[in-house]
């Protein structure tokens, strides 16, 4: 029997697991997922426990749930990879040998990057929420929260869902209407991009959003450290930005197993060919979603699109035949503005965000670049196809996983080539 | 697209006054867009840029962070040579293309 051993029992690895039990042979293959969790946790949610919108018990599930009976799920931590003996060694003792690997151990904060962030007033008055209980404890502290300087912040680039940060801020705007106190917060934005939104079409589209709720921008801001005691946020180029509560998106790192096999870049992210999703640490090692190091969005959107092309591959690579170079990043997000709205966008590699409408061409129900109601029922309808469908490998019906031009304004004139 | 002077040569620049081809870039283009961000090129600005230029023909996205590890100068240092918006304004005076971020 050979192996196909997973790495990360998250979404992608999930999602993979769940496509493999359906294309390898049970006589041939054995199938195994290692992760030290018991809980799978639905991360989109976790943007909508700070504001009682969802509750914690509505975004985790155990973690077996979604795995077929056929794959064995072993829990545990993983220590690491030893590339040249094709083995993985787990925390408890247990080594693994694998014909074939696939590392989706996804990415987690690093609050500890950043000096001053991990001190005696992290989730007193410095909050993530990113994980689960950094939402929780955010939701807590909302609750009772009297006003002040709101400041939401993303320390550097790449973080997941990066457009997150940004809906937080909306959602906030929405949240302290509904409870009446506006006029006691300051909502400011900050962030180390040039704008809330960087490409051009994207801020022309939706630049007047933070205008429209009041929300103040520091574009540029790459932050140095906390001044914990005088509640300011230091930048290297000397700005400050004071707060009353903030709300950070910490450094996101790969996990340190990578870097423990001697692997990764100085984030931990696993170099990876951006096409294929094979990494370029070794042919029969191969890595999805927000563990890899390609420039797209890590997002869980994402990670389906390249799981439908990473079955392909992997199924072609046992086959010994050439892998299809066919990933072109597309991604498609929907993003919360508040008050019931959201906006969906779809872009790709090289294609920025267009408008027009998603998915059925001249269609829709969904538009792209607009604010609407059917996409907030779209993004909220997300979490049941996320349980349903997505992480049990299931096709979204009219979602292909290359960006489709039809029922889309696409300028012609910078046409990129990855788009079929 | 647009096109641009620099030190009397036609080059072919983004909307956002990047040049699309490092191939068409030398030293008096690059001194010419550092004044238009108001920087007074030295020796020490010349080392950050070839490594810049060095690490874009290797493949390797810049970050910041990497900078900052790369042993030519610290983060603290690349913002006092470049202020404000360092990696942004370095890779424009280093004709390579603006740095990746999201939407
Ligand atoms: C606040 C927030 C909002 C988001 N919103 C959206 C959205 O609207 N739309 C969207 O598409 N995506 C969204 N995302 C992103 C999405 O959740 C992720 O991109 C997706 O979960 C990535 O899947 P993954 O499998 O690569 O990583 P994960 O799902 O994070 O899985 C990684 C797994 O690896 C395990 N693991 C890691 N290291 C080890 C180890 N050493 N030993 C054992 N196990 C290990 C972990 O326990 C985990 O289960 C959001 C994320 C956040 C945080």
New interface residues.
């Given amino acids: 029997m050979k192996n196909m051993l997973i790495l990360g029992a998250g979404t992608s690895g999930t999602m993979m697991a769940n496509h493999l039990n359906n294309r390898l042979s049970h006589d041939e293959w054995n199938i195994t997922l290692v992760d030290k969790e018991e809980t799978h946790y639905y991360q989109p949610g976790f943007l909508f426990i700070p504001f009682d919108i969802y509750k914690p018990k509505q975004v985790k599930k155990s973690i077996d749930k979604f795995i077929p009976n056929n794959v064995s799920l072993i829990r545990e931590k993983i220590n690491k990879i030893d590339k040249d003996q094709n083995k993985v060694f787990l925390q408890n003792g247990l080594e693994l040998n694998y014909d074939v690997l696939i590392i989706a151990t996804g990415t987690d904060i690093a609050p500890d990057e950043i000096e001053g962030m991990l001190g005696d007033k992290w989730q007193k008055d410095i909050f993530d929420f990113y994980t689960y209980e950094g939402a929780k404890n955010l939701r807590n502290k909302l609750a009772n929260w009297k006003g002040g300087k709101l400041v939401v912040h993303i320390c550097?680039?790449?973080i997941k869902c990066?457009?997150a940060p940004l809906e937080f801020a909306f959602l906030a705007d929405s949240f302290f209407i509904n409870k009446k106190m506006r006029d006691q917060v300051e909502i400011t934005f900050v962030t180390?991009?040039?704008g809330a939104?960087?490409?051009?079409k994207?801020s022309k589209e939706l630049g007047y959003l933070l205008e429209d709720k009041n929300i103040k921008l520091v574009p540029?801001f790459?932050i140095?450290r906390v001044d914990t005691e005088n509640k300011t946020i230091i930048d290297?180029?000397g700005q400050e930005v004071e707060y009353d509560l903030l709300v950070t998106v910490p450094t996101n790192k790969g996990d340190e197993m990578v870097a423990r096999s001697g692997f990764g870049?100085?984030?931990n992210f696993v170099p990876t060919n951006k096409g294929t999703l094979q990494t370029t640490v070794k042919d029969n090692i191969f890595a999805i979603g927000d563990a890899t190091?390609i420039?797209a969005?890590k997002a869980g959107s994402v990670a389906h699109f390249e799981a439908e092309i990473l079955t392909e591959n992997i199924m072609r690579y046992i086959k010994g035949e050439t892998l299809n170079e066919t990933f072109d990043g597309h991604a498609n997000c929907f993003i919360e503005t508040g008050h019931g709205k959201a906006l969906l966008?779809d872009?790709n590699y090289t294609q920025e965000?267009v408008t027009g409408v998603f998915p059925l061409p001249n269609v829709g129900p969904l538009s792209l670049l607009k604010e609407s109601h059917m996409n907030h029922m779209g993004k909220l309808a997300f979490k049941w196809i996320y349980w349903n469908m997505l992480i049990k490998g299931r096709h979204i019906p009219f979602v292909s996983s290359h960006m489709s031009k039809s029922g889309k304004d696409i300028e012609v004139k910078n046409e990129p080539e990855l788009i079929k | 697209m647009i096109e641009k002077t620099y030190a009397g040569t036609a080059v072919a620049c983004t909307d956002e006054g990047y040049l699309q081809e490092l191939a068409q870039w030398n030293k008096s283009i690059g001194t010419e867009i550092a004044k238009e961000e108001s920087i007074d090129m030295t020796p020490k600005h010349w080392e950050v840029i070839s490594y810049l230029q060095d690490q874009n023909k290797k493949g390797t996205a810049l970050t910041i962070r990497s900078i900052g590890k790369s042993g030519v100068v610290s983060i603290k240092e690349f913002y006092e040579l470049f202020p404000e918006g360092p990696l942004k304004k370095a890779s424009r005076i280093a004709g390579i293309p603006k740095p990746v971020s999201c939407i």
């Fill in positions: 550097e680039m790449p990066p457009v180390p991009m040039d939104f960087t490409k051009p994207a540029n790459n140095e290297y180029g870049d100085d984030l190091n420039p969005s966008i872009f965000p």
